[in-house]
């Protein structure tokens, strides 16, 4: 083995080392470790399932003359029909 083959062989191994490197560097850089952006908001008690029979719903807007002004327009309930082709590859 000549010293010619024993430095190419050198500088080979010295390029894939610093290639290595290089890429550990830019890896490790560019990789973050997940975190969530916004913590997520804190369980309250006020949104248990009990609160939910305290519920009074107030109906007074269906009383509105806005609301009772409302018209139905079209089908009401909508019938289905026979649509679309059976085959919908054919022309």
Request: glycine content about 6%.
């Amino acid at each position: 083995m000549t010293s010619a083959q024993t430095s190419s062989k050198l500088y080979i191994a010295l390029i894939v080392l610093i290639g290595l490197v290089g890429g550990y560097i830019m890896y490790s850089q560019w990789i973050q470790p997940a975190e969530i952006p916004v913590p997520p908001p804190a369980i309250s008690t006020q949104d248990s399932p009990t609160t939910l029979k305290n519920i009074k719903i107030d109906f007074k807007v269906l009383d509105d003359s806005v609301y009772k002004a409302l018209i139905t327009s079209g089908e009401s309930p909508v019938n289905p029909g026979a649509t679309g082709k059976k085959d919908i590859f054919a022309p």
